[in-house]
């Protein structure tokens, strides 16, 4: 028990941001087309390096669709591509902060992609043209996807103000203001108005 806090003392003197770090949570609300699952909530402007996610995120081809159809991961990243159909996929995007293109696979078959640069990832498949996705590439690792229930919770955001954003699209997203703190979790609720 002595090792242990004086672990965790160390580790709070070599980053005090342990120590004043707090959580973010509440709900979106989303009327018209769309379902929650497909929104981010992220928070902008966190300062600070941060280490990446041990496991590697990943964007599947499942019943000719991109899944998740928004995924949110930090830059620096590298996003798996597996393909779960039994037929040809592609992944590619013109974006200007990660442009890639993966060329035709068959199904079994997983190719990946780094993500260096922060920015708005649009991601197509050159066989499929209903087929689209996007990729958000963050900052920090401060952000998560919203469950059915319309539910998140984003943990260990350092103690500060920050703008947080719901983001389901480029046209469809909302930003709010939340001062985070170690004592309670910053409560936050969003309402979202996709097309009809």
Not at 35 to 42: A, T
Request: hydrophobic fraction near 45%.
């Amino acid at each position: 028990m002595k090792n242990l806090f004086l672990t965790f003392l160390v580790l709070t003197i070599m980053n005090p941001l342990i120590a004043h770090a707090g959580d973010i949570k509440g709900k979106v609300t989303l009327s018209g087309k769309g379902e929650l699952e497909d929104i981010v909530v992220y928070v902008e402007d966190v300062k600070g390096n941060f280490p990446l996610p041990k496991k590697r995120p990943e964007m599947n081809h499942i019943h000719i669709m991109f899944k998740p159809n928004i995924l949110a991961v930090m830059k620096g990243s590298t996003v798996d591509f597996p393909n779960s159909d039994p037929l040809f996929h592609s992944a590619f995007s013109i974006s200007k902060s990660n442009p890639f293109d993966l060329g035709l696979y068959g199904p079994g078959h997983e190719k990946a992609v780094p993500f260096p640069n922060p920015g708005l990832v649009e991601v197509f498949c050159h066989i499929h043209s209903d087929m689209h996705a996007y990729i958000l590439v963050l900052d920090n690792p401060f952000f998560a996807p919203v469950s059915k229930d319309g539910a998140f919770t984003i943990h260990g955001v350092p103690a500060g103000t920050y703008s947080v954003k719901a983001w389901m699209s480029p046209s469809v997203n909302a930003a709010k203001t939340a001062a985070v703190s170690n004592k309670e979790a910053a409560l936050l609720n969003f309402t979202l108005q996709s097309a009809k």
